[in-house]
């Protein structure tokens, strides 16, 4: 279904939520939310709205409507109450981690908290209901208004005050463990632009020196960075944590030296519980071994903290390769920390010789999985696809450096 088209301007983004923050602009959003969840599509349900609520609200109500629909899996009930752009939500973090974050970061000292760069407020509301006083700070004007509407509707307007910044002076001018006058801070920068991902994390807005002087100058701080930052740039005294939920990286975060606990961490989120892996020193890489009767793939958290010879200690299990994150043992892994795949066969990797074995086995459906190779999983799934009744996992992988296949997890 094709967006309603944003706002041209902050100005003009301004106004439209003015206007939805009056008595017919909260009638606007609830008949928009109603002909969405009846399936209406764009165009004939903003032309019914128009008719019904007048041309001005008739856009941004519906498009308020289906950004709250969007944000509805990870917000619950308050998403009907948040005011949000299509810009605000793609950068916001899931309430139930920033609640998380929010109470550890509570939990060593009290005093006001400042949340740099606020958007649509995720944070700003997290630490505001785990009970600090927020200094909200963004430079633009629409963040703050969406902050400072969205504290009012989840009702802690009353611990918000909204600041108009630029977070890379804010942090320049930090001193005596302080910035915007808060002994304590949540950074999340900006790691997009123009809808693309910014891999270097000198291009994030603030940008990397901002995220080291933070942690130089507040040490009660924590940063949301990108799971895929590398750990030789994670500051001496600063603890690095991986979160994962599901078998995917929710957040990484980087505490600074008065909350830091610890070297590195891996948590897990089960429900409401997680769990978690950690290391005062680095444990180095595991050893290697040969191939056993179980590959064990650990948690991605597992992985990107680095944290994987803890596991391999726990499960007596030793890397098929040095530069590969799988390991082998006798036995299955018990949960959570790593999956395990039986292994039925290893083989040198060659389509042909796979495709025969695979046949030879009456294996017709395959799963891939892959570490360490540029194959294309889903593609090399279709071609291995057969007439057999058996399905199994296959995973391709190095050994030694060389590509290889383990066909695991034979159905019977
Ligand atoms: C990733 S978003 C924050 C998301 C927020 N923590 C949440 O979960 O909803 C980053 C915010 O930082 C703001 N920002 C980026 N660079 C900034 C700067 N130099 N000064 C102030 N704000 C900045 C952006 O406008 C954006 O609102």
Same mark, same amino acid.
């Given at each position: ?40 599509? $764009? ?112 009702? $802690? ?9 630029? $977070? ?64 030789? %740039? ?30 590195? %961490? ?79 066969? $290893? ?66």
């Amino acid at each position: 279904m094709p967006d309603a088209a944003p706002p041209a301007s902050a100005d003009a983004a301004l106004s439209s939520l003015r206007r939805l923050r009056t008595a017919e602009g909260a009638v606007a959003v609830r008949r928009a939310t109603e002909l969405l969840a009846s399936g209406t599509d $764009v165009l004939p349900g903003v032309a019914r709205l128009r008719a019904e609520v007048g041309a001005e609200l008739a856009g941004p109500a519906w498009e308020l409507a289906r950004l709250r629909a969007r944000a509805r899996p990870a917000f619950g009930a308050d998403a009907d109450r948040l005011l949000l752009t299509a810009d605000t939500l793609e950068q916001a973090g899931r309430p139930v981690l920033a609640a998380r974050r929010a109470a550890r970061l509570l939990a060593s000292a009290t005093g006001p908290v400042a949340d740099l760069g606020c958007a649509a407020g995720t944070d700003t509301v997290a630490l505001a209901k785990a009970g600090a006083d927020v200094v909200a700070v963004d430079r633009d004007p629409v963040a703050l208004a969406l902050t400072a509407a969205n504290a009012e509707a989840l009702g $802690v307007a009353g611990r918000v005050q909204v600041l108009a910044a630029d $977070v890379v002076d804010l942090v320049a001018a930090a001193a005596g463990g302080r910035v915007a006058g808060c002994p304590a801070a949540v950074l999340d920068p900006a790691r997009r632009a123009g809808g693309r991902r910014q891999l270097d994390p000198d291009r994030w807005s603030p940008p990397w020196s901002t995220v080291t002087a933070l942690l130089g100058a507040v040490p009660r701080s924590v940063v949301k960075v990108a799971p895929g930052l590398d750990h030789g %740039r994670v500051p001496a005294g600063v603890e690095a944590e991986w979160v994962s939920e599901g078998g995917s990286i929710v957040e990484a975060l980087l505490w600074g030296a008065d909350v830091a606990a610890t070297w590195r %961490r891996a948590s897990l989120v089960r429900g409401d519980a997680v769990l978690e892996l950690s290391a005062d020193v680095d444990p180095g890489r595991a050893p290697l071994g040969p191939v056993g009767p179980w590959l064990h793939e650990p948690d991605p958290a597992v992985i990107r903290s680095g944290l994987v010879a803890l596991v391999a200690a726990d499960l007596g299990a030793t890397l098929i390769d040095p530069t590969i994150a799988y390991l082998t043992s006798g036995a299955e892994a018990v949960p959570p920390w790593a999956r395990s795949y039986r292994v039925d066969d $290893v083989l040198p990797f060659n389509l042909k010789k796979l495709r025969a074995l695979l046949r030879s086995r009456g294996v017709g459906r395959v799963t891939v999985k892959k570490r360490g190779s540029p194959i294309e999983p889903e593609a090399l799934a279709r071609q291995l696809r057969g007439p057999g009744e058996r399905s199994a996992v296959v995973v391709v992988t190095r050994m030694a450096g060389a590509p290889t296949v383990l066909v695991c997890d034979l159905s019977p």
